[in-house]
């Protein structure tokens, strides 16, 4: 408000401040400034179950052992990369870190593209192929896009997982010979 009073009387006479537009754009930049905050919990509440489930699944499986180090990598470095390059962001060296923060976090997407379209291919839910995209162009677009990705995502696990411990429960071990 300092800013736009001092420089008011240098703008030609037709510029008009208008608070009612400005008390609508604080509040347009708050309600962003949360969603961004909320769609970052969610995240990390992913990541944080997301980290050990591919490790736990490229385990069983080594065709998932590719995407589940780039996720590792990416995503554990990139967010440790991220908080250090905002802590430093007054110093050059901040910025640099926010630079490699956002290549690590690109590792980590792609790991996730790759895992969901290796999902796909072994599970034939459309639901995984479609994260996929949608991952691919939230790297291009950022915030909704990739944020219906993360819920297609977990909706898509959740039914292959149930799918897979009922087929576990028809299962009847042989009797031994």
Not at 36 to 61: C, H, M, N, Q, Y
Not at 139 to 149: A, E, Q
Request: proline share 4%; aromatic share 12%; net charge neutral.
């Amino acid at each position: 408000v300092i800013l736009i009073l001092y420089i008011q009387p240098l703008m030609p006479s037709s510029f008009e401040f208008n608070m009612e537009v400005f008390i609508k754009l604080l509040s347009a930049i708050f309600w962003v400034i949360i969603i961004w905050v909320f769609e970052v919990v969610i995240a990390l509440v992913a990541l944080i179950k997301l980290i050990p489930g591919t490790s736990s699944l490229a385990r069983a499986d080594p065709e998932f052992s590719t995407a589940s180090n780039l996720i590792s990598i990416g995503y554990i470095c990139g967010i440790i990369l991220l908080v250090l390059g905002i802590l430093t962001l007054i110093i050059l060296i901040g910025f640099l870190l926010l630079v490699l923060s956002f290549i690590f976090l690109l590792i980590g997407n792609i790991g996730l593209i790759l895992l969901c379209f290796k999902l796909h291919d072994r599970f034939k839910d459309a639901l995984y192929m479609v994260a996929g995209i949608l991952f691919i162009i939230g790297i291009f677009v950022g915030g909704v896009v990739s944020f219906v990705g993360w819920i297609l995502l977990y909706v898509a696990l959740g039914k292959t997982i149930a799918s897979l411990r009922s087929q576990q429960a028809y299962i009847t071990p042989q009797p031994p010979i």
